[in-house]
């Protein structure tokens, strides 16, 4: 009896181990991916307000300040396109901010991602995102075209004199809408991938016009002609890696 009673045991341990893996290797239909944003100077990662920088041009300056919208993501394949509607307010400061979830994400080898700094021409209209403080915060004056800001990038910079001044890149406007796209493979395959999205501030000062604070406008927000440099500089300002 007792002889019996352990191949039973054994059994219906053994069923249930089958099951259990074969649980396992069931393929998701969807996945999701969480992206985290860094800011960065070249290879490291920003000590925030410290002017421990230094830009193309020359100028020591730190950061304190980083907020921006990322909207518009694609993710693309030979055989697979995902695109998500979704805006994403980014606080680099901020670990709880700094950091967003896609879901529903066929999985796949991607080899191309891409994504808005800012808000699309369609979104990008005063009143258009839901009314939290940190939307409310982004907006962009009435008076100067209304819609969000895209970028709010502030600090400090060491002038010619080696006097510490302020700076403050603001991008908003429709035409300054900042198009980034990485061809870089991502493996896109299980339940749930990690990445983590690099933003080397040393770009936005450089390529294709060296950006220099004492010369150009330290306060881009009203001038239109200010705001192109620093559109068309941050086309290379990102980067990814896949974590997991």
């Given at each position: 009896m007792k002889k019996e009673y352990i191949i039973v045991l054994c059994i219906f341990f053994a069923t249930l181990l089958f099951f259990s893996c074969k649980k396992k290797s069931i393929?998701?239909?969807y996945t999701k991916a969480k992206i985290t944003i860094q800011m960065t100077s070249g290879a490291n990662a920003v000590i925030w307000d410290s002017l421990n920088y230094t830009n193309a041009a020359g100028n020591k300056f730190s950061v304190s300040t980083a907020n921006f919208f990322i909207s518009g993501i694609v993710l693309k394949s030979a055989?697979?396109?995902?695109?998500?509607?979704?805006v994403f307010y980014i606080d680099a400061k901020v670990s709880s901010k700094a950091h967003f979830w896609?879901?529903?994400i066929p999985p796949?080898?991607?080899t191309e991602i891409s994504f808005?700094?800012?808000?699309?021409?369609?979104?990008?209209?005063?009143?258009s995102l839901p009314a939290t403080v940190d939307n409310s915060n982004m907006a962009w004056p009435d008076l100067m075209g209304g819609g969000y800001h895209f970028l709010k990038l502030e600090g400090t910079y060491l002038d010619s004199a080696n006097v510490t001044k302020g700076y403050a890149i603001h991008l908003g406007r429709n035409e300054n809408l900042v198009s980034a796209k990485i061809t870089q493979n991502l493996h896109?395959?299980?339940?749930?991938?990690?990445y983590k999205i690099s933003f080397n501030v040393?770009?936005?000062?450089?390529?294709?016009t060296i950006y220099d604070l004492n010369f150009e406008k330290n306060y881009t927000m009203s001038d239109s002609l200010a705001m192109l440099k620093i559109k068309n500089n941050m086309n290379d300002v990102f980067t990814i890696i896949q974590n997991n």
């Open positions: 393929d998701p239909s055989t697979k396109t995902y695109a998500s509607n979704k896609l879901d529903s796949n080898d991607y808005y700094l800012g808000l699309d021409k369609n979104t990008n209209k005063s009143n896109q395959q299980y339940w749930n991938h990690e040393n770009e936005v000062f450089t390529n294709p």
